[in-house]
């Protein structure tokens, strides 16, 4: 591997760490319902980015900003011809008060 590769994974590597931290504390899965009431709030996405984790980040995100509590039923898919890129989406929730 020479030098620039080398850099480009680096810069690869450090997106993936600061996308796995901005993405911890937020309820996202692949079940369709947890086990407590929610109210659905949308389909939310992340889209193109070069990682499942990157894809999944840009998803909480915009749920973030629907005022979501986490994301039910969460896909990944690969798009692409010669590089892939991911797409993650999902239903956006909030979770019901408790009484």
């Not at 590769?5 to 899965?29: D, H, I, T």
């Not at 939310?44 to 995100?61: D, L, N």
């Amino acid at each position: 591997m020479n030098r620039q590769e080398k850099k480009e994974q680096r810069e690869r590597n450090e997106r993936e760490w600061a996308a796995r931290e901005a993405g911890l504390g937020f309820y996202s899965v692949t079940v369709p319902a947890p086990p407590h009431p929610h109210t659905a709030v949308g389909v939310v996405a992340g889209y193109r980015r070069e990682s499942p984790t990157q894809a999944v980040v840009s998803m909480q995100e915009e749920a973030r900003e629907l005022g979501a509590d986490g994301v039910l039923g969460v896909s990944i898919i690969a798009v692409g011809t010669t590089t892939s890129l991911y797409i993650a989406y999902g239903t956006a929730v909030r979770w019901a008060q408790s009484e």
